[in-house]
Nanobody, 122 residues
Framework: QVNLAESGGGSVQSGGSLRLSCRAF?????MAWFRQSPGKEREGVVG???????TFYAESVKGRFTVSRTGHNTIDLQMNSLKPEDTAMYYC???????????????????WGQGTQVTVSS
């Protein structure tokens, strides 16, 4: 496991933007952002394989969110056109063990951030 430092989050109105950042103090193979909101299960939002740079997106955020690798151990999540349904606690995740789990499978990750709140008002 590795320690993760999350930043960003906050409150915006519908249509607004936020940028989240997550730095892993180590060299994970995989990094991702998950979120959990009242009445919903925790879900993968975006993911990235650090070696190949391959990115993954939940269908609900495609075209609005962009994940990018800004370093071998850092990812940014640009969130545009935010909607109230994006309101959630967002958790950065990192995996240091190679596995065949899908990017959105929680067991792929063995390190988790403490979470940062994103609130989108209508």
């Amino acid at each position: 496991q590795v320690n993760l430092a999350e930043s960003g989050g906050g409150s915006v109105q519908s249509g607004g933007s936020l940028r989240l950042s997550c730095r892993a103090f180590g060299d994970p193979y995989y990094m991702a952002w998950f979120r959990q909101s009242p009445g919903k299960e925790r879900e993968g939002v975006v993911g990235i394989s650090t070696g190949s740079g391959t990115t993954f997106y939940a269908e609900s955020v495609k075209g609005r969110f962009t994940v990018s690798r800004t370093g071998h151990n850092t990812i940014d999540l640009q969130m545009n056109s935010l909607k109230p349904e994006d309101t959630a606690m967002y958790y950065c995740a990192a995996g240091t063990i190679l596995s065949g789990y899908d990017w959105s499978h929680e067991r792929k990750y063995n390190s988790w951030g403490q979470g940062t709140q994103v609130t989108v008002s209508s």
